[in-house]
């Protein structure tokens, strides 16, 4: 019997009081030792700023291109700590934030994106296996579920209008008892399988591999040392740094949601708190009550979703819902922890999965996510192409950040390329307003999307007015 609804929320706040209020990923013994931080003055070729996905990808992929090339990356703090080091896990091949989100865009270009965006996972695969990158790599692919019937009409109509316009690949509609016999949910109404557009892996073993990996190509990499300010100098650039200085021909900015070193970039992004759980490892048989033998990634098709995934030794990260916007856009730590989301996660849980009552979760955390009005990155360059950066990649960059270091190579070695052909390479979101406007337009659109899943997926005047301007929000 399915227990009573006070016994239910009593067992979900039961449930988090062991959760350590960190990331689970990066609460492993095995965590690299930080780099010494730089003191005195350094001279290289390309300095890389920032030591997340885009950083390490950009210095990585630069050695690759010209193995001669003298590069340094400086990080703030350490290496994969921050967005890189915490998410879900989801490296998806999507470059636009999803397929609807990138047909809504750039539709003369999708097909392209698409492929280019298969070709950057391929590359990802061929790189962990290439440094043997030790980060769970599993590619087992994403079913999108319907958790109402409004929702799984949406996406039986939307595999066939993929279908139709060549898109649809890999991608396998499932019905209820179709999807519930990969997971079984009483909560499953339908599903989309895409069998190989997204991998799951551990996310901060892939940072602290690419750290180990761009070492051994004789990338200088100096941990606990802010960039400071960016200017010209000579014929090249100069950052400062705490405790010294390093003069560039060309910088990389990977920065994403800290304060980029062009300041005109910064209104282009906001920062948007995203929380997630860790469950203790699940026992044989409540793995056998749930299925998942095929250990997909799974995220729901709500406007507020969530995204679930099974670690390699069998816990259920289960995260989303909750988009907390700080009012005047501040990246603060006291951010990061925030009880009443970890609360409404964990009833959420066990309405999804009644037949894990008892299990209890170990990881509560959350983080700033760099978002933009288009939700999906943006490129450009600075200082008379000597500079160029990427950011806005909107909680879906384990993926993209490869294609983004690949973007800000490609732009600055002025040359064209497929890549910087895109329309969406060549052109930038809106920027958001300044305060109080950024926060009230956020509030009132999370309280929109509310409306709309209550309602039948019934998108208000807000948010239709938004879509026109481009801006509207799909998950």
């Known amino acids: 019997m399915a227990p009573s609804a006070m016994s239910l929320g009593t067992d979900c706040i039961r449930s988090l009081s062991d959760a350590q209020p960190v990331p689970y990923w990066l609460d492993d013994p095995g965590k690299p030792r930080p780099e010494p931080a730089l003191t005195g003055a350094e001279t290289c070729d390309l300095l890389v700023v920032g030591g997340g996905y885009s950083g390490l990808w950009t210095a990585l992929l630069a050695k690759e291109r010209d193995p001669g090339r003298d590069v340094v990356l400086l990080e703030g703090h350490e290496v994969g700590w921050a967005a890189s080091g915490r998410n879900g896990g989801f490296c998806a091949a999507s470059l636009t934030h999803g397929l609807p989100n990138g047909l809504a865009r750039w539709p003369e270009e999708i097909h392209r994106l698409e492929e280019l965006g298969a070709r950057n996972l391929d590359g990802i695969e061929q790189a962990v296996a290439r440094y043997s990158l030790d980060c769970d790599f599993e590619r087992t692919g994403e079913i999108d579920v319907a958790t109402e019937p409004y929702q799984a009409e949406e996406l039986h109509d939307w595999h066939r209008e993929m279908k139709d316009r060549g898109l649809a690949g890999d991608v396998e509609f499932l019905d209820a008892d179709a999807v519930r016999a990969q997971v079984n949910s ?4 339908a599903g989309l399988w895409d069998r190989r557009g997204v991998a799951m892996l551990h996310p901060a073993k892939l940072a602290w591999g690419l750290k180990r990996a761009c070492r051994e190509l004789g990338v200088r990499l100096y941990e606990h040392t802010p960039a400071l300010a960016l200017k010209r100098f000579g014929a090249g650039m100069a950052v400062r740094t705490p405790y010294g200085s390093v003069r560039a021909r060309q910088v990389a900015l990977g920065t994403n949601i800290f304060p980029n070193l062009v300041k005109r970039v910064r209104s282009y992004t906001v920062p948007v708190y995203d929380y997630a759980l860790m469950t203790e490892p699940l026992t044989a048989e409540q793995l056998a009550s749930i299925g998942w033998s095929g250990r997909q990634g799974l995220g729901d098709s709500a406007n507020q979703f969530h995204y679930f995934r099974l670690s390699a030794d069998n816990r259920i990260l289960w995260g989303g819902y909750d988009a907390v916007y700080p009012y005047g856009g501040r990246v603060r730590r006291e951010y990061d922890d925030r009880p009443e989301t970890y609360a ?24 700033a996510i760099d978002t933009c009005s288009r939700f999906s990155a943006f490129f450009g360059t600075a200082h008379q192409g000597k500079v160029a950066y990427a950011a806005g990649f909107t909680g879906l960059g384990v993926g993209a950040t490869r294609f983004g270091a690949d973007v800000m190579l490609d732009l600055l070695s002025g040359e064209r390329t497929e890549r910087t052909e895109l329309a969406m390479v060549r052109t930038k979101p809106l920027p958001f307003p300044p305060e109080p406007f950024a926060w009230t337009g956020i509030a009132l659109t999370k309280w929109s999307l509310a409306r709309a899943d209550a309602h039948g997926g019934q998108r208000n005047l807000w948010l239709r007015t938004m879509d026109k301007l481009g801006l509207g929000f799909d998950s």
């Open 186 to 189: 009483p909560t499953f109404e």
């Open 344 to 367: 409404k996660l964990a009833a959420h849980f066990f309405t999804c999965f009644p037949q894990l009552a008892g299990v209890r979760f170990t990881h509560a955390w959350g983080g």
